[in-house]
C-alpha cells in the first residue's frame, strides 16, 4: 500500500481535534497535496464505472459535533459499492445482536480477494467476515423483513438515516452490475449448500446489488463515518441510527477487515477503522472525534482509492487521529511518587 505523505511528521494520538480553522485548512492541504497524483486505474470489471472521470476528488471530514469541512467536487455523486457493507452490518447487528452476527457471518479476515470462492471452501463454507462479498452477501440475507422489498426497503431507510439525508439508487449502475454479478451469483448458491442463507440466494444477490448502487457523495461518506464515530448518533441531524455497541463491533470488523487483504497496511499507515468501494469511496473512521469521507476514482491492485488512501493518510498523521499513537507518559506530570 503506497500512502507516501512526504515529510508529514506523525502527531501523537490527541484527545480532540484542532480547531475548526486548522481543520478546515488540512482539508484543504490535504486535497491540494493529492491532487496531481496520477496512480492508480479506474475500476472496468463494471462497465459503467469504467465511465468515471479520473480527475473527480473530493476530501471531507464530519466532526462528531456536526461541522462539516469541505474540498473539491464534493457535490458529485458515485455508487456507494462495497462501503454499504460496514453499514449494513451495523443495521444487521443492531437487529441480531453481537453473538448471533458473529457466529453467522464471522469476523476474522480471508486473506485473499473480496470476491474469493476459495476462501468459503477453505473455512467449511464460512463467510469469514461481513466485509468480503461472501459475507456481505450473508449479510444482507440476514436484513429484517418478510420480503426482498421489505428488506431493501429497510436497507434504504437505514442507510439513509446513516447519511442523514435520503439516498437513491442509480439504476444505470445497479443495471450494469446485475447484467456481471455471475461471481456474487456463484457465492451465494455456495454459501446455500453449506447453509448460511435461508432465502433464495438469487433474490438476495439482487437485494445486496441494489444496495450497492445507492449513489453518494464525500459528504454522505463522511456523515455517515461520523455516526459510527459517536457512537451510532448522526451528529448532522441527531438521529440515534444504531447503538454504541455496534459501532464498536463495525469499528472492530473494520480495522480487521476494511481495506481486504492490504487491512494489516492500512492500519500501519493510517491506524484507523475504514472502508473502500470500486467507485473511488473510501470512508475512515476516528472514534470520538470524525468521519473522513473521499471520492477519487482510479484504484489500486486491490480496489482501493489511491488518492483517497493518500489523503486519509495525511489527515490522520497531521491531526492525531492515528488510534495506535500516543504520547509518552511521564511521572512527573502525573504528580506521582513510584518510589
Not at 465511465?51 to 469541512?69: I, L
Amino acid at each position: 500500500m503506497d500512502v507516501d505523505v512526504g515529510d508529514v511528521a506523525q502527531t501523537a494520538y490527541t484527545g480532540r481535534l484542532p480547531e475548526w480553522s486548522e481543520v478546515e485548512s488540512l482539508v484543504e492541504a490535504a486535497y491540494r497535496r493529492c491532487k496531481s497524483d496520477a496512480d492508480g486505474v479506474v475500476a472496468d470489471y463494471i462497465p459503467v464505472l469504467a465511465e468515471a472521470n479520473p480527475d473527480w476528488f473530493a476530501v471531507c471530514v464530519a466532526e462528531v459535533d456536526g461541522g462539516v469541512h469541505t474540498a473539491g467536487d464534493v457535490d458529485v455523486e458515485f455508487s456507494i459499492q462495497s462501503i454499504s457493507k460496514a453499514f449494513v452490518y451495523a443495521l444487521v447487528c443492531e437487529e441480531y445482536g453481537h453473538e448471533v452476527v458473529g457466529e453467522r457471518i464471522g469476523v476474522n479476515n480471508t486473506g485473499l480477494a473480496f470476491n474469493s470462492v476459495m476462501a468459503i471452501e477453505l473455512n467449511n463454507g464460512h463467510p469469514m467476515n461481513p466485509m468480503v462479498n461472501a459475507g456481505a452477501i450473508a449479510t444482507t440475507a440476514l436484513m429484517p423483513g418478510s420480503t426482498t422489498d421489505e428488506q431493501w426497503d429497510n436497507i434504504v431507510s437505514g442507510l439513509s438515516a446513516f447519511a442523514g439525508r435520503p439516498l437513491a439508487i442509480d439504476e444505470l449502475v445497479y443495471r450494469s452490475e446485475a447484467d456481471t454479478n455471475q461471481r456474487n451469483r456463484a457465492i451465494a448458491r455456495l454459501l446455500e449448500s453449506y447453509g448460511r442463507i435461508d432465502l433464495d440466494p438469487l433474490a438476495v444477490v439482487d437485494v445486496y446489488t441494489r444496495q450497492c448502487a445507492l449513489r453518494v457523495t464525500a459528504v454522505d461518506l463522511a456523515v455517515m463515518a461520523a455516526t459510527l464515530a459517536d457512537g451510532g448518533v448522526n451528529p448532522v441531524s441527531g438521529q440515534r441510527v444504531v447503538s454504541a455497541s455496534v459501532c464498536r463491533d463495525t469499528l472492530a470488523i473494520l480495522a480487521a477487515n476494511g481495506a481486504y487483504e492490504r487491512s494489516g497496511e492500512w492500519l500501519f499507515e493510517i491506524g484507523l477503522p475504514g472502508k473502500s468501494g470500486v467507485a473511488g469511496g473510501l470512508v475512515t473512521v476516528a472514534p470520538g472525534k470524525a468521519g473522513i469521507g473521499t471520492f477519487s476514482p482510479p484504484l489500486d491492485p486491490a480496489g482501493n482509492s489511491v488518492r483517497g488512501q493518500r489523503a486519509t493518510a495525511y489527515l490522520s498523521r497531521v491531526m492525531g487521529l492515528n488510534i495506535f499513537a500516543s504520547y509518552a507518559h511521564t511521572v512527573a506530570a502525573q504528580g506521582k511518587d513510584h518510589q
